[in-house]
């Protein structure tokens, strides 16, 4: 366990910790709560056909890629290459 501000232990779950999920959740009501989302979700929506046709090809490329499938070969992808390249197991 490591201290937490305040000097508080948390203990980390996984990809996360319950403090975390509880401060997110508290918040996230809070919010629902005290605006109207419907509201908002009318702003939010495309103003006309042309931004609504932009996001749903946006949104159907994004959705092409494969979980295992790189979205670019950039410079993360070249790291793991040269460093398993330079790994005494790797040869």
Do not use: I
Request: overall charge negative; aromatic content about 4%; glycine content about 8%.
């Amino acid at each position: 366990m490591k201290p937490a501000r305040g000097g508080k232990k948390t203990t980390v779950q996984g990809e996360g910790d319950y403090d975390a999920a509880r401060r997110y959740r508290k918040s996230a009501e809070q919010f629902v709560r005290s605006n109207d989302t419907e509201d908002l979700a009318r702003k939010a929506s495309p103003e006309s056909r042309e931004e609504a046709d932009d996001l749903e090809r946006a949104e159907d490329l994004g959705r092409s890629r494969g979980r295992d499938e790189p979205a670019s070969s950039g410079p993360h992808e070249a790291t793991r290459e040269t460093v398993s390249k330079r790994s005494p197991d790797a040869e």
